[in-house]
């Protein structure tokens, strides 16, 4: 029945019942309520085996970074963004159980729910498998997919900061330029000043994206030879 979905994650279930509770969600467990329960338990254990299979193979593969940059790497590794993106690759929300609304409302796709799902199966494999197996789903999935550069969560306007505070009495200034387009797709254009003159520009889906990508343009134009290690 999981052939397909078994074939992506490269791991067969012995016991099909554990897959089955990964793909079951809260909204179908409540509507049947037939004794079948949710993957929530499950994917509470499979977050910390992420985490922990995640933490382990960066502090082996960059023994020089240090615990701030292994700590935002980890982050965009395992944040539901990405956990939805490694979903999408073998197809996991189509073989979830949902209730009837959230299946017609589009949960299928919905990032929150197949990252957990996600987590879900991971915990499923550790506990039919063994830690081996969730961790070579973890490795084919999630790691063979290192972001290149700077983590997506990289904290720009910090990094910028501390640049600038090299030198005595500077003054860095954010100022929101611009915000366009409806509720649902909201554009927000933010400049970033240093001593009162405009250092970067950017633009972001919020306020704070905005000032980060201002803060990322600054550093590209005021410290080239930082912005490249």
């Keep these: 029945m999981y052939t397909e979905l078994e074939r992506g994650l490269g791991y067969t279930f012995q016991n099909q019942s554990l897959l089955e509770n990964a793909l079951t969600h809260s909204s179908y467990a409540n509507e049947r309520r037939d004794g079948r329960t949710s993957n929530e338990r499950l994917e509470f254990l499979g977050d910390s085996i992420l985490g922990f299979v995640v933490a382990d193979f ?130 927000f254009v933010a400049e970033v000043l240093l001593n009162g003159q405009v250092v970067g520009e950017g633009e972001g889906r919020s306020k704070k994206r905005a000032e980060q990508a201002a803060a990322d343009q600054a550093i590209q134009r005021l410290f080239p030879e930082e912005y490249a290690k």
């Design 58 to 187: 960066l502090y082996r593969r960059y023994p020089e970074k240090p615990e701030g940059d292994l700590t935002r790497i980890r982050a965009d590794l395992v944040c539901e963004r990405n956990l939805a993106k490694a979903a999408a690759t073998i197809r996991l929300g189509e073989f979830l159980y949902l209730g009837h609304g959230e299946d017609h409302g589009g949960g299928r796709t919905r990032d929150s729910i197949v990252s957990d799902a996600m987590e879900s199966v991971l915990a499923a494999s550790y506990l039919d498998g063994g830690f081996q197996a969730a961790k070579g789903i973890i490795e084919r999935l999630i790691l063979s997919d290192l972001p290149a550069g700077r983590p997506g969560n990289f904290d720009y306007k910090t990094m910028l900061q501390e640049l600038v505070q090299r030198e005595k009495d500077q003054l860095i200034h954010y100022e929101l330029v611009s915000e366009t387009g409806p509720d649902h797709d909201k554009r």
